[in-house]
């Protein structure tokens, strides 16, 4: 591989190889990869990661691969390409066009049995929501130690070092667990206490009569500094359960025609509004009558937004116990990322799944080169007496 006399040999003619004298001293391996790789490689670099008790990946900005050997049945020798002077740095002939006992000549640096391939994998945020999880942010994080502030705590650096993730596939992950950057380190809210901001910043809404498609940021964040809550983490937790909208919407327009920072508004989600309840009512019993839970769930609800159980999809399971249907938690969120273990977690909560009650619960799986369907292939049987009843689908 790699020496112009190989490649300019003609049909029917010979080369003579004979090995270097470093032959065997060069520690190579053979990687394979795309055109696309292969630019990254060359412009920004890769990086490979991995612990002691991990297998390797190799990581461009944006993707995390598998690092997989692929036995040649074939050796492959490598040689290196002729330097502008005919020979190799350490002064070893490469090849040469005259004739050597009526042959032509090159030298071997290295021999290799296979090759290392890369195969994509879908990224993994379990060890990063395990890493986060350590120390959650909550009412006592501020009383802390000084000398105890760091321990647990993790950089965006330190996460990089830890996790065999892409760039660009952490900040997907920290978006995902809806993680906030606090001093330098990336924390997760303790629910409890960020359901606590929610409540306030809902009964400031209340009292204040501010509408919940309108909160002024200034407005908003005083009124909870006011009650210990840091600015930061009643910014995090409007975003968590809204939106920022456009500033000319009630936001107030300097004489030189530039926006008041000050005027942010926000407009919060009235999905997530009714699942802040919804969640209050699932972890108060194991199990609901659905009529009841609906009933209790709409009393709780400010004035004007309108609860559905559509919105609870991959947060509940709703079983016929007689006349009577009822719910309980059972959350997508809690469920592994392996398809193969997400089937498994699924078979065993129930043996056979309607396509409505499945689909919520496979809809975020990502496996590289295969759609939902190609997965429910692999792991799960289909099964349709009639046309006009709904599928089942049972473990394959």
């Known amino acids: ?32 990869v795309d055109e696309p790789i292969l630019q990254e490689i060359l412009d920004r670099g890769v990086v490979i990661r991995g612990g002691l008790n991990d297998e390797a990946v190799l990581c461009t900005s944006s993707r995390t691969y598998a690092i997989k050997f692929v036995m040649s049945s074939n050796t492959i020798l490598i040689m ?51 890493l986060l999880s350590e120390r959650l942010y909550g009412e006592d994080t501020d009383s802390m130690d000084v000398e105890e502030s760091t321990s647990g705590l993790y950089t965006w650096d330190d996460l990089l070092e830890k996790l065999q993730l892409s760039e660009k596939e952490l900040q997907e992950g920290l978006k995902s667990l809806a993680a906030v950057q606090v001093g330098g380190f990336w924390r997760l809210v ?32 005083s009124a909870l500094m006011a009650d210990g809550y840091s600015a930061q983490i009643v910014i995090h937790c409007l975003a968590t359960y809204g939106q920022r909208v456009s500033l000319a919407f009630e936001a107030g327009i300097a004489s030189n025609g530039s926006y008041d920072l000050d005027s942010h508004v926000w407009e919060l989600n009235e999905r997530h509004v009714c699942l802040h309840y919804a969640n209050q009512l699932l972890s108060s019993a194991s199990r ?14 400010p004035s ?17 116990l007689g006349s009577d249907s009822w719910l309980y938690p059972f959350s997508v969120a809690n469920l592994p990322s392996n398809p193969a273990e997400r089937f498994a977690a699924l ?32 792991y799960t049987r289909r099964t349709q007496p009639t046309a006009e009843t709904p599928p089942i689908f049972t473990a394959r």
């Open 1 to 32: 591989m790699g020496n112009a006399s190989i490649l300019e040999l003609n049909v029917d003619s010979s080369l003579e190889v004979y090995y270097g004298e470093t032959f065997g001293s060069e520690d190579l391996k053979l990687l394979e």
């Open 80 to 130: 290196p390409p002729p330097s502008s002077h005919g020979s190799s740095a350490s002064g070893e002939e490469l090849d040469t066009k005259s004739e050597t006992g009526g042959k032509r000549t090159a030298s071997a640096m290295a021999a290799a049995t296979g090759h290392l391939e890369l195969v994509e994998v879908a990224p993994n945020f379990e060890k990063l929501k395990s």
């Open 347 to 378: 078979f065993r909560e129930r043996p056979r799944w309607e396509w409505e009650d499945l689909e919520p619960y496979i809809s975020d799986l990502r496996a590289p080169g295969k759609s939902v369907d190609a997965l429910l292939l692999k």
């Open 190 to 221: 303790d629910k409890k206490y960020m359901h606590c901001v929610f409540e306030l910043i809902l009964l400031n809404a209340m009292q204040h009569d501010w509408s919940l498609q309108g909160l002024k940021e200034k407005e908003v964040v």
């Open 304 to 320: 004007g937004v309108q609860a559905s159980l559509d919105m609870l999809k991959g947060k509940i399971l709703i079983e016929k």
């Open 288 to 301: 609901w009558r659905v009529d009841d839970f609906v009933d209790a769930w709409q009393q709780n609800l």
